[in-house]
C-alpha cells in the first residue's frame, strides 16, 4: 500500500484564500479523477485526516 497522504499536506498546495473551500475542491477533484483514470481518494484515517489513493479498475 502506498503511505497515505495528510490533509495538512494536501492543503499547502491550495492556495490560501480557498483553504475554506477545501472539501469541495478535494470532493471534486476526487470525482474527476475516478473517472478518466480509476483511482479513488479514500480516507484511511478519520482522526489524522489521511488520505489513500486506491485503483478501482484492478487492472493487473
Do not use: W
Amino acid at each position: 500500500m502506498n503511505e497515505p497522504i495528510r490533509k495538512a499536506d494536501m492543503q499547502k498546495n491550495v492556495i490560501k484564500k480557498y483553504k475554506g473551500h477545501f472539501p469541495e475542491i478535494l470532493r471534486r477533484a476526487s470525482e474527476c479523477t475516478e473517472l478518466v483514470s480509476g483511482i479513488d481518494v479514500k480516507e484511511v484515517n478519520p482522526t489524522s485526516h489521511c488520505y489513500a489513493l486506491v485503483n478501482k479498475l484492478d487492472l493487473t
